[in-house]
Every structure is written in C-alpha cells, then in structure tokens.
C-alpha cells in the first residue's frame, strides 16, 4: 500500500506517514533524485507496491532547493579543479539531513528502510543509519569507477567522488545495481561483501505486446531518449535520410530533438508520458535504435522486448546483459556507424528473421524482467536486511553475488 506519493519534500505530511513503532508491514521510504535516468525503476516500484499487502511505501522525487544548486554550481575557469560533482553530493545530504533526522518531517524512524535512487542519495540516510535503526539500500545502474575505467570519467573529482561512495557502500545494507558489470565493480573495485551486491536488472510491467505488422508497409523504428546527441538519435537520423526514408517511418521521442520539417518520413514525438510510450506507441513499432555513445544501462531495451519491439543498441557498460544478441535483439560497438547501418538492414531484409526475434523477445523478456519477479525478490530482500520475515506468497527474485 503506497500511504504517500510526492514530487516534493515540503508538501509531505506527517499524517500520511507509517508511525514510529514497527510492525510485521514493511515501512518503506522510496527517496528518488529527480534528475536520474533510473526514475523508471521509482515509477516500476511505486506500482509493484501499490499491490504488497505487507508494505506501507513512501515514494518521494527529491528537487534540491535554490541554495542547493548555488552550492553545486560550476566555478569558471577553473573547471579542472572544479569539483562541482563532489559539492554536489554533499549538498544532498546537507539538505536530506535536516528532513530524516529524529523530528523531521521525513523522520527516518518511521520506516525500516530507505530506498535510495541513484546511491548519492543515500548519503543522507546513512549518516541517520545508527540512531534511527532504518537500514539503507542503494539502487544504481553503474558505479563511479565503472564510469571511470569502462566509460573514459577517469580524473581527480571522479576519484574523489569515488572515495565518498566507497564509505558510503560501506554503511549500507543492500546494494542493488542494474547490471552484473556495475555489481562486479561494487564487489572488486570496493571490497563490498557478496551478500550486499544485488543484480536488479531493468522491468517493465504492463507492456501492450505489438501485433503482427502489415508488411506491406514501412517498418517502424522508434528512438527514445531525451539526450538526442548523446544516445545517438542524431546519427540515426542521418543513417534514415540518407538510406531508410522510403522503407522505414522513424518516430522520435525526445525532448532534446528539435522537429525537422524537411525530413521525409520521420514523427517528432518530442518527450512522451511514459504511460503513453508503454500503452500505446511502443507496441506499434518493429525495431528500437539506440546508439549511443555514453550509457550505463538502457532501460527501453527493456521496454521494447517485454512489447516484441527488437532492439538494436550500443555494446557499453551494462547494455549487453539486456540482449540475447541474435535471438532478442542485436549488439553493436561503440562508434561502429556501419555496424549499425548493418545491423538495422539485416532486418529490414529479413521481415522472417525479424517476426522470429520480435516474438522471442516477447516471450522471453517478462521471464527475465517481469515486474513482479525482479521487484518481489528485492523487496524480500529488503525486509529480510530489515529484520521482518518474507511474505510466502511473494517468489524469491535477486540474483546476488556468490
């Protein structure tokens, strides 16, 4: 049972809140950064929990205030020794403190844990671990020297970001990450217990599947991502109009693409409700294009299979784990422009091939990310760390470190 739901700290009120004595029902805070890509894992979470009988969730989206962002503002001039990123984990916590600590408006004796998306947000509330008993679980799709080593972040703030997230691993009790890439690095790179380390990979749940397409007209490729250049949108673009526009109708979703009138057979979705992405436009496409250059974990790979939508996407950081190259979808290299082109023709001149893979992501997809199975397991996890016993009726689901 969800008791609060707020895109705000200041409009929470006590009276919706679990009170300060435990129960058998799990009380859970659910504390999600507004400006992170993982806010689908929230929105995944805050439904799967509407449904747990043995749960009372909190959900709150976490806006820093003004002085918030004075204090993480970037220095000029002075970039290389700007360590803008560090301020601004602190200031997180500075500002969380004064809302978790015992009397404050989100006291963090009230719940017996804190889910925390991504893990900086979880600074605050492992600094109130001790006095207020609620254990802490981090939830990320990579860590700091992941980014360093794999994804090119490798210089003095990252490092000294890296060394604030390894006492904050330290202090917590779960610590939840999208892939087996970003969980190994939490093992190896920072010495955490096997115990600790959960793989909670991408989910999806109510998905509308695609019906079988009409070949005779044009295939139907979809990029989603509002950083257009970064994901790649830009270049996929250039690879429609100068090969596709006649066989394949490109819809873009994306808040940073500005709608090109003078682009043949291409639809300017902009930013779409993610209601709306799952309902009712991803079930109508064929492939899913993302080649970006720069990502961590790629949760509309996800999206797409549990609809039958293929996916064709970057081989970077925990992507791969996301695809069964050749059955679900198809994995391309970083930067490879005609292992692109490649991969989107062998489809588009192979419909059957196509249908095969379209229809074995769709069966194959809710068993590895279903809902229910991945945010069950986790949540039994939680309240096992928390000290409460697992719900019978709810299947074990994480798979962790050995």
């Known amino acids: 049972m969800n008791l609060a739901v707020s895109d705000n700290l200041a409009s929470i009120r006590p009276e919706t809140l679990p009170g300060l004595h435990r129960t058998r029902r799990l009380r859970l805070l659910c504390l999600t950064m507004k400006f992170t890509g993982l806010r689908s894992f929230a929105l995944e979470m805050r439904s799967y929990l509407d449904r747990r009988a043995d749960v009372d969730a909190v959900h709150v ?3 820093p205030p003004l002085w918030v962002k004075a204090l993480c503002a970037h220095v000029p001039f002075f970039e290389e020794w700007d360590y803008a990123v560090v301020r601004t984990v602190h200031s997180w916590r500075l500002h969380l403190s004064s809302w978790l600590r015992a009397g404050g408006p989100l006291d963090l004796r009230r719940f017996d844990a804190a889910v925390c998306t991504s893990q900086f947000v979880g600074l605050a509330p492992a600094d109130l671990r001790a006095s207020s008993g609620c254990r802490v679980v981090l939830f990320g799709d990579s860590t700091t020297r992941n980014n360093a080593r794999d994804l090119g972040f490798d210089d003095a703030v990252h490092r000294a970001l890296a060394r604030v997230e390894h006492r ?19 093992l190896d790179d920072y010495a955490q217990p096997g115990h600790k380390a959960l793989l909670v990979p991408p ?6 599947h695609r019906s079988p397409r009409d070949r005779s007209g044009p295939v139907r490729v979809v990029f989603i ?8 949108g830009d270049r996929l673009l250039r690879w429609h109009q100068e090969r596709w526009q006649d066989r394949v109708e490109l819809h873009v979703c994306s808040s940073e693409a500005v709608a090109d009138p003078s682009c043949r057979n291409v639809v300017w979705h902009g930013r779409v409700d993610r209601d709306r992405l799952l309902g009712d436009l991803l079930p109508t496409m064929d492939l899913f294009v993302m080649p970006t250059t720069s990502d961590q974990s790629c949760w509309p790979a996800v999206e797409a299979q549990m609809a039958g939508v293929v996916p064709i996407v970057t081989r970077i950081g925990g992507i791969p784990e996301l695809v069964e190259p050749g059955v679900t979808g198809l994995l391309v290299g970083k930067g490879d422009e005609a292992g692109f082109v490649a991969a989107v023709e062998s489809l588009l001149n192979d419909p059957d091939r196509l249908d095969a893979m379209s229809q074995a992501a769709q069966v ?28 019978p009726a709810t299947a074990p689901a994480i798979v962790e470190a050995r």
């Open 168 to 186: 904050l691993f330290d202090r917590a009790d779960l610590i939840a990450m999208t892939s087996d890439w970003a969980r190994r690095s939490v």
């Open 364 to 391: 194959r997809a809710p068993a590895r990310f279903g809902r229910d199975i991945v945010l069950g397991r986790l949540v039994d996890r939680i309240r096992e760390a928390a000290g409460l016993p697992s719900d």
């Open 203 to 208: 989910t999806a749940g109510h998905v509308s």
């Open 61 to 63: 989206t976490y806006f």
């Open 225 to 232: 991502g509002n950083s257009f250049v970064r994901k790649g």
